[in-house]
């Protein structure tokens, strides 16, 4: 007897084959990563060591899933890649919720030009696309993931958005946030500035077809971070 096709077969078959995000990040993503700045290095290293440990609570949780059958290496990583880079915040019953949402999954990000918002119909209990403002045919449709700084959105989603205004340098302590004149030391951003690999480098890694999408994702923060601090200085 034949099996009939999945209603999710469309859907898979749109996933890209890489999410450039933590759960495929390996080697050449950390050593890219441990060059600076150090918390972003800290951030990557903690999120790398969360794979084990969401393998075995899934086991535990779930143990005759189909998940619960994969081993920790490629088939899983790729399971909580797909997770973690579609997944995004919306509030359902006045509770604010992380959903992964085929269809939804498949817009864009932005901050400021969303011009729709996926929100949860508590009286058929679906989702919905309500548009926020018109738009023309032939528009891209864009939503907002949530308000997050780019570490939160290359390590979890693999891209950075240019300029994110959420963006903090911490320098012993003090935060320093793009558009805030704040007083601190400039020896202290200049001596960050200088521990950062150089620019060229990092040029290289991002636009580079061979690079993985994890070590593009990672180059592109740090020249993002690079900015944010002349922007500082």
């Given amino acids: 007897e034949l099996l009939q096709p999945s209603r999710w077969e469309t859907w898979l078959a749109s996933l890209p084959r890489q999410c450039g995000n933590w759960p495929e990040w390996k080697e050449a993503e950390l050593l890219l990563a441990q060059k600076g700045p150090p918390h972003f290095f800290k951030?990557?290293?903690?999120?790398?060591?969360?794979?084990?440990?969401?393998?075995?609570?899934?086991r535990e949780v779930i143990p005759n899933s189909v998940i619960?059958?994969?081993?920790?290496?490629a088939p899983f990583r790729r399971s909580m890649a797909i997770l973690f880079s579609r997944r995004f915040g919306i509030t359902?019953?006045?509770e604010k919720v992380t959903v992964c949402v085929p269809l939804a999954d498949m817009l864009n990000h932005s901050s400021l030009g969303a011009n729709l918002q996926?929100?949860?119909?508590?009286?058929?209990a679906r989702m919905k696309f309500v548009m926020t403002r018109d738009v023309e045919a032939g528009d891209?449709?864009?939503?907002?993931?949530?308000?997050?700084?780019?570490?939160?959105?290359?390590?979890?989603?693999?891209?950075?958005?240019?300029?994110?205004?959420?963006?903090?340098?911490?320098?012993?302590?003090v935060e320093l946030r793009r558009g805030l004149a704040m007083p601190t030391s400039k020896t202290l951003l200049e001596r960050s500035?200088?521990?950062?690999?150089?620019?060229?480098?990092?040029?290289?890694?991002?636009?580079?077809?061979?690079?993985?999408?994890?070590?593009r994702a990672i180059a592109r923060w740090r020249l993002d971070y690079r900015d944010l601090l002349q922007e500082v200085l």
């Avoid at 619960?68 to 290496?73: F, G, I, Y």
């Avoid at 891209?140 to 963006?167: A, I, K, M, Q, R």
């Avoid at 500035?193 to 070590?215: F, H, N, R």
């Fill in 140 to 173: 891209e449709l864009l939503f907002s993931y949530g308000s997050y700084d780019n570490l939160d959105f290359c390590t979890n989603h693999g891209f950075v958005v240019p300029g994110n205004s959420l963006d903090v340098v911490n320098l012993e302590g």
């Fill in 118 to 124: 996926v929100q949860f119909e508590e009286s058929s």
């Fill in 68 to 73: 619960a059958s994969l081993d920790d290496k």
């Fill in 43 to 58: 951030a990557a290293a903690d999120a790398a060591r969360k794979l084990p440990a969401y393998y075995k609570q899934l």
């Fill in 92 to 94: 359902c019953r006045e």
């Fill in 193 to 215: 500035l200088a521990s950062l690999p150089p620019a060229a480098e990092d040029e290289s890694v991002a636009t580079s077809t061979a690079s993985s999408p994890g070590c």
